[in-house]
């Protein structure tokens, strides 16, 4: 079945490279801004629009979701990446697991549907990862987490043993969270935290 990756920004780079890694070439890449087709990401050749996407049968394609996030200190800047995904899983689109070959995700790991797992990431046994989730490049997801639907886990982050991360959290690049810690839904985990308590929903972790 044919692979098409949503958007066409950084992150769809990412995304392109780690299914070539598997030896998948997409067929396509959607962006909604209609100047930037013809243009091509990673050799893969932007053809449409969102919409022209929709006007596919959801049983013929399956998608990737290639929008990244900018966070700031009260917002994970995570909503667009949740929405894109919302706007096509709700129709019915299939959104596969990705996964970089030189990823290490554990045999009884549970990953829902269009988790992404980058280059280098290592994800522990009994690790639980919702849908949409972002374990980017080099993170490391310890046994026991858990990570909510649509949470960003950045580059170089680790999430020791027994974490809790909520919906739409970002834990920044080569942040820390220690055992058994919990972040609540929408929080922000600075780059380079280390997070030694519970962080409430919506919240902020930082090195001040
Ligand atoms: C913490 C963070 C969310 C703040 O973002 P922001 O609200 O836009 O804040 P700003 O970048 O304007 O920075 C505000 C201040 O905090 C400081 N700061 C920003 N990030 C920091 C961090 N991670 N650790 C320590 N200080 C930080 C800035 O230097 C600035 O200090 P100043 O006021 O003395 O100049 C952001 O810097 C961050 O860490 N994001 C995660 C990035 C990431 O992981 N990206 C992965 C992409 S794949």
Same mark, same amino acid.
């Given at each position: 079945m044919s692979l098409i990756v949503l958007c066409a920004g950084g992150h769809a780079r990412v995304v392109v490279e780690a299914l070539l890694s598997r030896g998948i070439r997409p067929a396509a890449v959607a962006d909604r !801004? #209609? #100047?930037? $087709? =013809?243009a091509a990401i990673g050799g893969v050749? $932007?053809? =449409?629009?969102d919409d022209d996407v929709l006007?596919?049968? #959801? !049983? =013929?394609v399956e998608l990737a979701n290639g929008l990244g996030n900018r966070a700031s200190r009260g917002d994970s800047g995570l909503a667009g990446r949740r929405a894109l995904f919302d706007r096509f899983a709700e129709k019915g689109y299939r959104f596969p697991v990705i996964a970089h070959s030189s990823a290490v995700i554990a045999s009884d790991v549970q990953l829902g549907a269009g988790a992404q797992v980058m280059a280098g990431a290592v994800i522990q046994p009994a690790a639980r990862i919702g849908r949409n989730v972002l374990v980017n490049t080099r993170a490391v997801v310890e046994h026991d987490c858990i990570v909510g639907d649509h949470a960003h886990i950045a580059p170089g982050a680790v999430l020791c043993g027994g974490v809790s991360i909520g919906e739409s959290v970002h834990v920044g690049a080569c942040a820390v969270v220690l055992v058994g810690v919990k972040v609540g839904a929408g929080a922000v985990v600075a780059a380079g935290a280390v997070v030694t308590k519970d962080v409430a929903a919506g919240g902020f972790a930082g090195n001040e």
């Open positions: !801004d #209609a #100047a930037r $087709i =013809g050749k $932007i053809t =449409g629009s006007k596919m049968p #959801a !049983d =013929g």
